[in-house]
């Protein structure tokens, strides 16, 4: 694996910007692949690593960047939570560490450093520096996944019987008198059919 210092680089290429969320994100990756076993997470492990985020923030671009995983390859998931963490899981050994950046880091960079005037570069600066036990909870994790959410070809594909959309790997709603739905038709979803 390159240095933090190097994947921060190439954070900020990617992301556009170097910020403390990046910072974090590198941190956390590293940390949450060591403690699962991947060494090379872009090369040869990368078919056995699979990331959870929970924030669609720049912590989330840290994470793909540093780890190689993509939604595209479903090796990357996402759940909206609002919260600035990650779980990795190792799928040979089906070991999983969730990792969430704790709030007392924020302090940790004020208490630190009160010269630095620039709160960007007090927490970068404390970031850099910090035990990974000042920044992170760390807690091992059993993560519920199944041949459906693995990446790879497409398992299934049925087609929603009320928009006639194509619905891929059992995301379908099966309703009353075997009527199959897509979630949004279903459940509601973020969009309203005009």
């Known amino acids: 694996m390159q240095s933090v210092e190097e994947l921060l680089e190439e954070c900020g290429r990617a992301h ?16 949450g692949c060591r403690l699962i076993g991947i060494d090379d997470p872009r090369g040869a492990d990368r078919k056995r690593l699979i990331v959870w985020v929970e924030i669609d923030r720049c912590m989330a671009d840290a994470v793909g960047a ?21 779980t990795f899981l190792n799928s040979s050994t089906d070991e999983a560490v969730r990792i969430v950046a704790l709030e007392e880091s924020r302090e940790l960079a004020d208490e630190r450093y009160p010269s630095i005037k620039d709160k960007r570069e ?65 459940l509601g979803g973020y969009y309203e059919r005009l």
């Open 122 to 186: 007090r927490q970068l600066r404390a970031y850099r520096e910090a035990l990974d036990e000042e920044l992170f909870k760390i807690e091992r994790v059993r993560v519920e996944y199944g041949e459906m959410d693995a990446p790879g070809r497409p398992r299934s594909r049925v087609i929603c019987a009320r928009c006639v959309e194509g619905i891929n790997d059992g995301r379908e709603v099966l309703c009353k008198g075997g009527v199959v739905l897509c979630r949004p038709c279903a």
């Open 66 to 86: 540093v780890t190689g995983v993509r939604l595209g390859k479903r090796s990357l998931k996402f759940f909206d939570y609002g919260k600035v963490a990650a």
């Open 16 to 31: 556009g910007h170097i910020c403390a969320g990046q910072l974090l994100g590198v941190r956390m990756s590293l940390l």
